[in-house]
């Protein structure tokens, strides 16, 4: 009997996320208010890394129109790999982005999305949440960001909004950027020039302070 209760139990949960998840689609699919096509969206599940708590979100599809063809290629191979879900979103609605973060910038992460960098503030916490993506793939439009857009960070812990603070371009070498704050902030790298062929010599830096907090 209790066996059967353990598994009516599973039966429920499971229900209970399909719902969740079709709510989420209804609620977010449509027409855009610009009467333009809403994207593609799409539940995933973001998961705390260091906690195990998992909430579940919605996330758009990739706008590919900005996208190296080579770097399209290395997304849809990544992202049919079976891995660790990622431990937040990023969106910048000014600029078209909203795209995964996982933990760690090594090139299978990039690949699929931007990663948190190793070292610097964890998501929850206060200090420098540093994040990196491909100039060829997710942060491709970055370049137009300005001062004063918005940025907004989903984890577990709830979502941030912030606001841009400054834009900067370094060379590679330079990582002062990345060093601990007291206060909390976010920093966002790519490599630049965006359309440089090779290897890239510098680095474009955005600087974000939070606005507003929303805890769960």
Known sequence: MAARRSNDC????????LFTAILLLVTFSGVAADDSPAPMQSPIWIQDPWTGDSVLAIVNEPDYSLWNGARIEDYEHAIAVEAPPPLGILSIESVNIQVPIY?????????RGAGRIRGMAKTGEEGNLGISGHRDGFFRSIKDIQVGDDIVVQTTHGVVKYAVSDITIVPKEDESVLVETADKRLTLVTC????????????YIVTAMPKTLSLE
């Open 192 to 203: 630049y020039p965006f359309y440089f062929v090779g290897n890239a010599p510098k680095r």
């Open 103 to 111: 933990n760690g910038t090594d090139e299978f992460n990039l690949d």
């Open 10 to 17: 599973c039966l429920w949960r499971e229900a209970l996320v």
